[in-house]
C-alpha cells in the first residue's frame, strides 16, 4: 500500500488499501463507527466488517461511504493519496458548467476567498 506520488504501486490492490483508507477517513472526520454507519445508512457491524477487511462494500456502499465522509472514491480505493482530493469540487462542477461568463467570475473569486480564509486558518492551527 505503499504509493509514488498519486499512483498506486502495482502491489497495492484497492482490497489491501480500502480498509486502511476507510478508517483514516473516518478518524480524521472525527467520526466513530456509528456515527459512519448513521451518515452512510448503513449499520455499525458493516462499517466494522469493511474497516478489518472482511467484508467488502456494494458499489452503492462505497459511494454511500464516500459521500458521508466527503472524500472520493478513488481515495477510499488507493487510487489517489489526497485525502481532500476533488470530492466537493465535483458537486460544484455539475453546477458551474451551468453559470454565465460572469457569474464564473463570482464563483472564482467566492472560492479564492474562502480557500484563502482556510489556509489562513491552518497557519494559525484552527480547524
Known amino acids: 500500500m505503499i504509493q509514488y506520488g498519486s499512483v498506486m504501486k502495482e ?20 467520526l466513530n463507527q456509528g456515527d459512519l454507519a448513521k451518515r452512510a445508512g448503513l449499520q455499525a457491524s458493516a462499517i ?13 456502499n ?6 458521508a465522509l466527503d472524500v472520493t472514491t478513488d481515495y477510499l480505493l488507493g487510487r489517489v493519496t489526497d485525502l481532500n482530493g476533488l470530492a466537493g469540487a465535483d458537486k460544484l462542477h455539475r453546477h458551474y458548467d451551468r453559470l454565465t461568463s460572469d457569474d464564473r467570475d463570482v464563483a472564482d473569486s467566492v472560492i479564492e ?8 486558518r491552518a497557519r494559525k492551527g484552527d480547524k
Open 11 to 30: 502491489s497495492s490492490r484497492p482490497t489491501e488499501v480500502f480498509p486502511e483508507r476507510l478508517r483514516l477517513a473516518r478518524d480524521r472526520r472525527g
Open 48 to 60: 466494522s466488517h469493511f474497516e478489518t477487511g472482511t467484508r467488502k462494500p456494494s458499489f452503492d
Open 62 to 67: 462505497l459511494r454511500r461511504l464516500a459521500d
Open 113 to 120: 476567498m474562502l480557500a484563502r480564509k482556510a489556509e489562513s
